[in-house]
């Protein structure tokens, strides 16, 4: 068994935190990271085997009775009381990607750049044309953990 799963006290910590109005959505909740946790990298069609399963996560993740807040909230306090509880110096590691994509239609997604492309004289040396709309999205990956022990963030 997948050492973050093993027990139930480490998943009801990590989800203690995070209540919805709607009872539920924190049910679904656990059963999702229960399921995600379980196959690490693996896609939500994958992690949920089944069709049934799979909808009800997309549903989840699409209700607007559950926020990004009230999902985090959760594992937010339980790194907090991990972190209060160290008496060792803590390092936060981060991490930023920005991934770029080209797209015939950015309207739907968003345009947050827009470059004109080099063109050499061997090639014209005039660009004819309007720029190119790019959608950049930066994914920041925060990493914290203790001197010589394990991730605060979870086990």
Known sequence: MDPMLEGASWLDEELAGSTFA????GQRLRRLSEQLGGVMGASLPQACQDWAATKAAYRFFDNDQGSEAEILAGHFAATA????????PILILHDTTEFTYHRVRPEPVGVTR?????VSAAEGGVFE???IDRTVILLCIRWIASLLGPSLLGQ
């Open 22 to 25: 709607d009872s539920r959505l």
């Open 81 to 88: 009381s991990r972190v209060t509880a160290t008496e060792r």
């Open 114 to 118: 827009q470059s004109r492309p080099e």
């Open 129 to 131: 044309g309007r720029g």
